[in-house]
């Protein structure tokens, strides 16, 4: 068998190899392979200067990106995560009746806000602190960021849907009074 189809079988068996290969395991793949080394250092150069390169780590051989192009194989994925029903009371809550603290948040549901609900809304930037409300204590209020303007396609928070809107829409129930929902009173960013 000659060099030159080693040499190949070589390449295709570490191309194809899900994990790193052992320099043993694939000189016992290789028919009549009396120089792995060579084959090794013949592949290593042949690959020196393109776009991915055969790496030798300790007894294993691996094909790689090259490290001068990763930072351009680099892929940023949007990944749709669904708002559990809780973070989605708070995200609205805060919407028509930002800026608002938790304890008042907390009024309107008629239950306490999770810190993993408040976490998901920071982490997505879609509610920051607004300062301190001027009343004892002086708790942190909430509001709404740009993010979350663009997010859902509004240019202003004026154009929250109203009542009659979610109404309609099968969001609200139909007792659902303004005094829940007010984007009259909003603030603007």
């Known amino acids: 068998m000659n060099n030159d189809l080693s040499i190949k079988i070589a390449e295709g068996i570490i191309f194809t190899s899900q994990e790193p290969i052992k320099v043993k395991d694939l000189s016992n793949r290789l028919p009549e392979c009396k120089d792995i080394d060579s084959i090794i250092d013949f592949l290593i150069n042949k690959y020196k200067q393109g776009g991915f390169v055969l790496e030798k780590n300790g007894d294993t051989l691996a094909f790689r990106t090259s490290s ?9 994925k949007t990944i ?36 993993g609900s408040l976490e998901v809304l920071l982490n997505n930037n879609w509610v920051e602190p607004k300062g ?9 209020t909430w509001r709404t960021t740009k993010d979350f303007l663009d997010h859902f396609g509004l240019a202003s928070l004026k154009e929250l849907p109203g009542i009659s809107e979610l109404k309609s ?21």
Do not use: C, F, W
């Open 80 to 115: 749709q995560k669904k708002l559990s029903k809780a973070a989605l009371e708070i995200l609205a809550i805060i919407a028509y009746h930002q800026p608002v603290t938790r304890a008042e948040i907390e009024d309107m549901r008629g239950i306490s806000v999770s810190q």
């Open 169 to 189: 829409a099968g969001l609200l129930a139909r007792n659902i009074g303004p005094s829940v929902l007010n984007r009259d009173n909003i603030s603007e960013l």
């Open 132 to 140: 301190h409300k001027n009343i004892p204590g002086r708790p942190s």
């Open 68 to 76: 001068s192009i990763s930072d351009y194989m680099k892929v940023e």
